[in-house]
């Protein structure tokens, strides 16, 4: 069965030959009727050629529109499915607790990308692969929760929301995406925020340190322990 987005651009591209067949046909009769009929001075021939034309072209904008409206609702709703259904997927992968096809849901998910996703979303899925190297440091930390961080505006602003204001106070040298990513997936996100603003070079056993600290001082039962 045909996709809202496979429709959409097959109306798009029929519209695109109607329009193109109108422009010549349009030529054609202003260089050799309409120029004429001109010369001869009868206003209400030209009237109703005017009247004529934009009558066609606004009936087939109104059409476009229409369809245009009554698709982009299915189509959003089936890119907010396939975002939650990535959620939950990559929130199963962090708590350890993935699925046991978890490599086939993960491909049956980037295939559906592929369709449905927008251009910036597709484009930040291939860096996926990457969050889970160099997390020796703070700062390989930061590359990683940043990717997050994008992947995650991306998706909202796939979805028609605006990212701006989502986070506040984001420190000098360090993204929207990193600030996004970090109180995403991080248990003490502000802490390893000023870690990476103040010491990048860190250690990640040693944050987790600072962590731990923090946690005993709270009277946190930390699970990964």
């Given at each position: ?11 798009h ?5 109607i329009?193109?067949?109108?422009l ?5 009769f202003l260089?050799f ?8 001075g ?6 109703a050629?005017i009247?004529?034309?934009?009558v066609?072209?606004?009936a087939?904008?109104?059409?476009h529109?229409e369809h245009?409206?009554?698709?982009e609702?299915q189509?959003?709703?089936?890119k907010?499915q396939m ?5 939950e997927?990559f929130d199963s992968?962090?708590?350890g607790?993935?699925?046991?096809d978890a490599?086939?849901e993960l491909k049956?998910?980037r ?11 597709i ?13 020796d440091?703070?700062e390989g930390m930061?590359?990683?929760v940043?990717?997050?961080?994008d ?7 796939d ?9 506040e ?5 360090i993204?929207?995406a990193?600030v ?7 248990r ?6 000023q870690c990476?603003r103040?010491n990048?070079?860190?250690l ?7 962590e ?6 709270r ?5 990964n322990?």
């Open positions: 069965m045909p996709s809202p987005n496979t429709k959409n651009d097959t109306l591209l029929i519209l695109g030959v329009t193109f067949v109108i010549v046909i349009g030529a054609w260089a009727e309409l120029i004429p009929i001109l010369a001869t009868n206003p209400s021939i030209l009237a050629i009247t004529g034309t934009l066609a072209v606004g087939i904008y109104v059409k529109i245009k409206h009554s698709v609702p189509f959003r709703d089936a907010v975002y939650n259904d990535f959620i997927l992968f962090s708590e607790a993935g699925p046991e490599v086939s049956k998910w295939r559906q990308l592929l369709f449905w996703g927008g251009p910036k979303v484009k930040t899925s291939f860096q996926l692969k990457n969050t889970a190297e160099n997390l440091t703070v930061g590359n990683s940043e990717i997050i961080g992947l995650i505006l991306a998706m909202r602003q979805l028609g929301l605006s990212n701006r204001g989502i986070v106070g984001v420190s000098s040298g993204s929207q990193t996004v990513g970090a109180r995403y997936k991080l003490h996100a502000d802490i390893f925020l990476l103040e990048p070079s860190m990640s056993k040693e944050f987790s340190a600072i731990a600290v923090i946690e005993k001082e009277g946190i039962n930390n699970p322990n």
